[in-house]
């Protein structure tokens, strides 16, 4: 018996204990579930200790006695080892000391998103807004004026921070617009967008479907 | 006993008294009627009348069950006649004189309650009014009866009463009690009545006073009492209960009374000391008093113990009337608010047999909440509606292998130009004149989504590869990492089998691995991949960025193109924002999952974006094979697909129709 | 107001927020120093990022054995999980020593089957929910939704030969195209200020993800 074969029967075993989720919660989708579980934690595991800790770590102290030591390069290994030691004592629930790494991670992280956030996604997408008026043919024009519209529309749908009712006072009029007229507008562009999203992931999920089947109908059919 | 009705006011008496005990006439017919008693002046014959229940019927006893002393009362009453005079002592005689003032009215209570002392009898002088009874004290000097004279005439007495008080006897008590008895009177006197004869004065002295031994025995009762008397070191003796009795003085008059008891007595004006605590010592209870005490009082006094510090209330009020007060009570905050105790008075004490039942109780009621049924418990029903449902999308899935007839080819899409320049920009690499630089393929997605994603991620790598491009394939994810393995083996596999052509890796394909941190992996790769990836997904790390397929690759900008199979928005997000930091020109094409196409169209060049081409989903992956003509898994999974696409399209529609029309006739 | 400051919380804050401005300015000041600081930074995240897969599998596994350990109720399955880790571990580590691509067998028949029959499972919870929306009263956001979904699924589904072309592919694909973008495009600008701000409050230690 090829090992395909195993593999696809536990593979078969395994699609229809989880799809037996439809008739309701049983022994068998739960199984199947933590067996599920259990495995991709593993490789997860597996992956990281054998593509980055090993080369990036291991791999440099092995690699000392073979060739010069550079000191910038040892300084920089020995601060990536504290580092990997710090961050490691976080497996102790206690732990203080870990938060060091954490914070060097958080800092890191939140600077890259910010300046990917700028760059990459906030002022294009604005210059896009508001710059390209397809002036081209009326159809264009229109999709440009619908698309622009669209954008202020569903920006102005958050107005968290606008006040619509001071004590005593009167209502601003722009407020009042907001609120009346161009929120509503936004919230039909919104819920347009996630119509197209739950469409897709429904498509993904079919397609997820149909190739289960296909396995199954393949196994069945040798 | 036999019963002899007064010849005056008819009312019982038993026969061994001599005058009537209501109307005290002589209850002889032969004596002559005595003094009537001033009607308005007594309207109770007696002070015995006044406190008396009047009975009804004989209640005689019969003699001989009398006690001792009665009896000799009435032998005393027997032999009192022969004197030929009252035998009443000088001090009863007076409650029947008629030279006693009128008395007053006696108090309403007294009158409700005792019909018989309304009904014409009088009011002894001394009871009615304590002014009245003034007499000199001769008048009080009847004969008095055997066992009278007898109490007074014995100078001994058992009982030693406390020091007498060189003060007078309070009013009332002067003019109530005996006279100062006659010294032959009081040789008579039993024990207890010798009390009241005036005691010497060079025995009085304020003293505590001790049990001492008497001529005649004294009675238990009294003798437990002596401690009392060291009550007498009390200066402040008006609030005190345990104030000794007044000591009887010698009267105004000159005339000695008959002593009072003990009780009576009152200690010779003390110098009065100023209170304090040191001055008050406790007095000691007697055993039959502290065993009524209860015992968790705490710092209850009792015999042997320590008193309590007493509690002073340092509490000087401020305002209102009683400002400078102290010892006032505090509206706030004592009224207001309440505080507990600091003692406890009350402790729950439980019986045996109230615990056992106290038990019961609890474990009937833990066996209750244990029992508790769900508070609301749908009655078992199937999921008949989720089955339907299910069952639909599984048949609309096999119909299109059963019947693909019944479905048409994928129809050409409006946004078909996405997919075409997406193909587009990646057959534009392989034009002449165009660098040879290898593409870098982004797997963004997880194993879940490999059904949707890896048939694309596997025509872009066939395609590219059929250009003669080496594939570099990285995963941003454990999982992906390992799918993009798949991906590349087997769209090396397919190019092979249909070309001839071996593909070997290093040269025409490498899968560098996982890159790690998301957005700040992308950030180092970018910049600097060799330092990222020291070796690839096989663990190979010798000479690795010196294979062909990765030769001149120092930056994201040596790539030719970036291919990026996302699964989600964040992770293609990621990847453009980098790049476009880096200002990389080369062409980027997208992969995404349908269902993130929306949040990835606004990157498109045709919205003004970077991205130059993108193919969304399982439909458009089937439209690239079909336009690069390399038919693959997408074609094939697309009719089983398309089916179950148009079935939920179906079953949505019509359970929303349902849906609608049941609350519309709801609601008429 | 006394305030009391711990040495620890500003140690970690000084970390936080000094790795982020170093980071950050290399993306608008190109100075070599910078650029290297900034890099070396990066690198540590990275490393330190796929360390954070170990602690989180560990922390995965230690629920699981203390599940069953403690004997609860479902505890036979935490076994399962566990097993299952052991197992990957030894087919990813071992067995390549000597020659069994074990863990690959392991991702193929267990990791990617698993993964598409959830997916797979996920149609029926969606089509399911789909089909009871006007169970409510619908809202505006509601009402777009479902056109736009059901439009969506009948354009992406292929056509039938016995039916006609209604032409729902086309107005599929302009929504798609046209409103969807516009919206697309709103989110995208609004979840940009978000990361903005989320990212700025980490840098000026108004939030500490990484503790007080």
Redesign the interface.
Known sequence: MS?DL???A??LA??VM??S????DNPLF????????????????????????I???V?PVLALGSQTADVGALT?LG??WL??LL??L??HPAN?IG????????????????????????L??????A??LQLSNLGALA?SL??????????L??HYGVRFSARGAEVDPVARVVTTAIA?V??????????????????????????????V?SLLGQ | MAVVRCPHCQKPNPDFLELCQYCDQSLREDAGPAEPPPAAANPAASSWDALETPTSGDEAQPEGDLPGWVSALAEDDAAAPSEGAPTLPDWFSSLSTEDAPVASPAPKAFEADDPDATSGQSTPDWFADPEAADAPVDELQPALPDWLSALRTDPTTEYDAPEPAASALPEWLQEAGPEAPAEAAAEAQPAWLQDLAEPDPAEVAPTEVAPTEAATPEPAWLASLAPLGAAAALSDADDDPVKPPPQPGPADDGEALPPAPAWALEDEEPPRAPIGEDDLSQAELPAWLAAMRPTEIQGAPHSGEQPEPAEGDSYEEVVGVLAGMRGVLRAEPSVVLPGKAANQIHTLTATESQNKAAQVLAALARAEVGQAAPATRRPFSLPLLRWLVAALMLLAAMVPFWAPELFGEPAPLVVGSETALAAQAIEDLGRDGTPRRPVLMVIDYEPGQAAELSPVAEVFARHILRLGLPVVAVGTAPGSAGVAEQVLTRSAQDMSNVSGFDYEPYTHLVNLGYLPGGGVGVVEFAVDPRRVFLSDFSGHGDALWDQPALAGVESLSDFGALVIVSGSPEGARAWIEQTAFINADHPIVIAASAGAGPLLRPYLASQGGPVDGMVTGLRAAAQYERHAGLVGDATERWSATGGILLMAAIVILIGNVLAGLSRLRLRR | MKVSIRFRNVLLTSIAAGAGLLTLLGYFIPVPLLLAVRMQLVSWATLLAAIAVLIGAYSLIKAHLRNFMSFKTGGAYSLVAVLGFVAMLIAGIVTPTVGIPASAFLLDHVVLAGATALSALLLFVLVFAAARLLRRPPSLIGSAFLIALVISLIGLAPTLTALPDLGFARIADWIAQTPAVAGGRGLLIGIALGVIATGLRVLLAIDRPYGD
């Open positions: 090992t195993i593999g696809a536990v593979g395994l699609t989880i799809l989720y439809v008739l309701g739960r199984i199947a579930m933590y067996l599920f579980v259990g495995v991709a934690a593993g490789y997860a595991v597996v992956v990281a200790v054998q593509n980055v800790l080369p990036q770590l791999a920089l601060f990536s580092l990997a961050f490691l976080k497996l203080q938060r060091i790494p954490l914070a060097l991670l958080a800092g890191v992280g939140a600077a890259v998103a910010i300046g990917g956030a700028v760059t990459g996604t906030l294009p997408q604005t210059a896009a807004t710059f390209p999709t619908i698309v622009a519209g669209g954008v202020i529309a569903t920006l749908t958050f509503p936004g919230q039909v562009f919104i819920g347009l967008t996630f119509g197209v999203m739950v469409a897709g992931l429904i498509a993904g999920a079919a397609a997820a479907l149909a190739e289960r089947l296909s396995v109908r």
